[in-house]
């Protein structure tokens, strides 16, 4: 069974930077493409990122490229997003997604403010 955890949200300034972490396990992690993806408020689900299973390729999405950078340890099963130059419309709950199942974490609050 899917297990995600998210983790490392919080309430940052504009221009500054968090690391999102996601716990995962009941699965071959370092098999599975995984995902982060976003939701604001009043607003549907938005892909972010994307990395296979050997963390070789990656894709994103235009209004992250460049600021955001999705990596893995598959040693200890964890999915990351560092994420920089932070604006007041990255705020949402974000989730990583385990894309064959497209199951997802409960999420993590990011807020960005001043």
């Known amino acids: 069974q899917v297990h995600l955890v998210e983790s490392g949200g919080g309430l940052v300034q504009p221009g500054g930077s968090l690391r999102l972490s996601c716990a995962a396990s009941?699965?071959?992690?370092?098999?599975?493409?995984m995902s982060w993806v976003r939701q604001a408020p009043g607003k549907g689900l938005e892909w972010v990122s994307t990395i296979n299973g050997g963390g070789g390729s990656t894709s994103y999405a235009n209004s992250v490229k460049g600021r955001f950078t999705i990596s893995r340890d598959n040693a200890k099963n964890t999915l990351y997003l560092q994420m920089n130059t932070l604006k007041p419309e990255d705020t949402a709950v974000y989730y990583c997604?385990?894309?064959?199942?497209?199951?997802r974490g409960q999420g993590t609050q990011v807020t960005v403010s001043s």
């Open positions: 997604r385990h894309l064959a199942t497209m199951s």
């Open positions: 009941g699965f071959t992690f370092s098999s599975s493409s």
